[in-house]
């Protein structure tokens, strides 16, 4: 296959869309060719008269014949299949033709008559597993034919392959005529023999009188834990789901379960006048064996060098009994800030930013800890997060939260190069912002290869994929986020949303009770719960989760909105009249979203009123507009003729977001 040494260039001038990408090889073609070249020539013109008949029955693009194997790509992996299936069947017939077949879905690019991306690779490692007779595919196909009947499918187990970041499970089309390669004696492209471990760094504990040295304990966690973030073949579990455990009392069998790890590392910190001593011990998961510890005894001159040292010693040694790494060396372990206080109020400020609700602490806590420290970058990254939330889920203005996160990431990339959070939020506001779709998902494959552990990238860039009506991508991504940070409530809630706005239907009463149980408020929780049982057109059920919220709140934002829009159309339209009119009142002395107005007026029947809200939302680049399209409730208002022509000037591919509605 040609490949092309600018994707950059690629990646910009070529059409982005998800597709089924199949790979095809005619197995022992060289042998053959050796043996009988007229025999070969038959056995490829076979091949290939079948191919270019079938990939047009099945509606797919072929992209290229390549010596003795193909290319190809369909709209679905439903169409991918039945060709592969017939494509196998056809070539059964003398000549017969000995084909390996590998299908995989995802992201490409088109350029030039040729395409690119990572799922181009991952559908060639899957086809290099082969034998002749079968049909191998990735678990995303599976995923995409778990609705359709006509497909029955044999796990192969899972399997690491080379330039694959991701264990892959893979299975074959089972139907007669075709083969099932025996599991055992499988060959193909992987990595070499690796097993992946995993851990759980947990916050050290404070064994001083003096609470200062919270921030030590808790800096000398964070800074292991970045470290250890940055090895291939270990996985770390994310930040916010291991803080969680703080002062935790539960079994190390119990955490470990939580986390989905298979180590957990925990150690306390004891201030002795001038010195300091730090503790730290590796225990196995499963019966809290302690595999290693080590004493660290320091005199306190430089108190973030001492951090800074231990942390670098502990990876060291983790290394060695983890992965079996000693030569390499240590990455080098940067402090966030040498300001004790500022590192307390980022990491405050983090734990607001996780729980989502209140954005408005979350800001003055980086805030402040910029001002304590003007050159910490990490806050400076975290205040452009915040600044986003705010446009998303309250009600910031766009000309200024967009304005002010540009401004914060220009420095936050100034003080820390280039790294995976400034990448993130850049691509994020490309989406919002600059509604270049297309740089935005580019900018999250850079974050991605800058960090492959990142949650936040993975999370974020789900939301995107579901904007833009590619279902499992966003559900995929959500998946991965939740992998790598499993208690993160952010990432608890964002898929259970995901899941909502896909149709996917799962036990919505036990999620319910699992968010109630990381101390999300009932309010939020019930308003999410009820947008859920609405969208299925369970209006009863809705109505008791809106009944439990108790008193309407007195504002209008993201999680508020449905009670209201609920009341104009199935409950009490005097209350919905009535809080339209006092925002109305209000909306002088505080920025409320057009977008929000427009919505209610709508289902108020106001459709004047409706038309102006829709008009300004698209004049000052209201993101709601994006998000809130793909909210099912909501789906009369974003069929309007106005609404619909708000959307066009905001460049969102709005027959593609709605061409399912």
């Keep these: 296959m040609r490949q092309d040494p600018d994707l950059n ?63 190809l790509i369909f709209d679905s992996a439903v169409s991918a299949m039945r060709y592969a299936s017939e494509l196998q069947h056809d070539v059964q017939a003398a000549p017969k033709v000995p084909l390996r077949i590998g299908i995989h879905q995802g992201d490409v690019i088109l350029a030039d008559g040729n395409i690119f991306g990572n799922t181009v690779n991952v559908a060639a490692r899957v086809e290099s597993m082969g034998v002749p007779g079968a049909v191998l595919f990735s678990d995303k196909v599976r995923t995409d034919l778990s609705n359709q009947t006509g497909f029955e499918a044999a796990s192969l187990g899972h399997f690491e392959f080379k330039n694959v970041a991701d264990p892959l499970e893979v299975f074959a ?69 291991s803080f969680m455990f703080k002062d935790s009392k539960e079994p190390v069998h119990i955490i470990a ?48 060098q001492i951090q800074d040292e231990i942390a670098a010693q502990v990876i060291q040694a983790l290394k060695v009994l983890l992965i079996n790494r000693g030569s390499e060396e240590t990455p080098l372990i940067t402090p966030k800030t040498t300001n004790m206080e ?27 800890a910029i001002e304590l420290d003007p050159d910490f970058g990490d806050a400076y990254n975290s205040l452009a997060y915040a600044h986003i939330y705010d446009l998303l889920i309250a009600n910031a203005h766009p000309n200024t939260g967009y304005a002010n996160a540009q401004r914060l990431l ?55 994929h579901l904007l833009m009506d590619e279902r499992e991508e ?43 149980s990381l101390g999300i408020a009932e309010g939020i929780t019930n308003e999410i719960l009820g947008q859920y049982y609405w969208d299925r057109g369970l209006i009863d059920e809705a109505g008791q989760c809106y009944e439990r919220i108790g008193e309407y709140p007195q504002i209008l934002n993201l999680n508020t909105l449905s009670q209201y829009v609920f009341q104009a159309k199935h409950g009490d339209r005097r209350i919905a009249e009535g809080r339209y009119r006092g925002l109305v009142s209000l909306k002088d002395g505080a920025y409320l979203k057009p977008s929000y107005l427009a919505i209610l007026s709508y289902y108020l029947g106001d459709l004047e009123k409706a038309a102006r809200h829709v008009a300004q939302a698209a004049t000052e680049n209201d993101p709601m507009m994006i998000q809130l399209h793909k909210l099912a409730i909501y789906s009369q208002f974003f069929s309007w003729p106005p609404t619909i022509q708000a959307l066009k000037a905001l460049g969102l591919p709005w027959q593609r977001a709605h061409m399912n509605r």
Aim: net charge negative; with cysteine.
């Design 474 to 516: 966003a559900l995929a991504n959500g998946r991965r986020a939740l992998e790598l940070d499993p208690l993160s409530t952010n990432n608890k809630l964002s898929y259970w949303e995901m899941q909502c706005k896909a149709g996917v239907d799962f036990d919505a009463r036990a999620t319910y009770d699992d968010l109630r």
């Design 173 to 241: 089309l089972v139907e007669e005529g075709l083969v099932v390669p025996a599991i055992d004696g499988l060959k193909g492209k992987f990595k070499e023999e690796q097993t992946i471990k995993s851990i759980g760094v947990l916050p050290f504990v404070n064994r001083s009188s003096d609470p200062e040295q919270d921030y030590f304990a808790e800096g000398v966690a964070e800074e292991i834990m970045t470290g250890l973030g940055s090895m291939d073949l270990l996985k770390v579990a994310g930040r916010a789901s």
């Design 9 to 71: 260039k690629v990646s910009k001038t070529g059409e982005r869309r998800l597709a089924a990408v199949v790979f095809v090889d005619i197995a022992g073609y060289t042998s053959l060719m050796q043996a009988n070249e007229n025999d070969a020539l038959l056995v490829i013109q076979h091949f290939r008269d079948s191919t270019e008949q079938l990939v047009s029955k099945h509606r797919g693009q072929l992209i290229q014949f390549y010596g003795d194997g193909a290319l």
């Design 342 to 368: 500022a590192f307390d109020l980022y990491l405050k400020g983090k734990s607001f930013l996780d729980r989502r609700f209140n954005t408005s602490k979350a800001l003055e806590c980086f805030r402040q």
């Design 257 to 304: 379960t939580k986390l989905q790890v298979d180590h957990l590392l925990c150690g306390s910190v004891r201030k002795m006048g001038q010195r300091v001593r730090v503790t730290a011990e590796l225990l196995n998961a499963a019966d809290g064996f302690q595999m290693w510890t080590e004493r660290y005894d320091k005199q306190i001159d430089d108190i973030f």
């Design 410 to 464: 220009e420095i936050a990339s100034d003080r820390l190069g280039p790294n995976v959070e400034s990448t993130t939020i850049r691509a994020w506001l490309d989406f919002y912002c600059h509604h270049d779709y297309a740089a935005s998902f580019e900018g999250f494959d850079r974050a991605i290869l800058l960090d492959p552990m990142h949650s936040d990238t993975y999370r974020i860039k789900a939301y995107m």
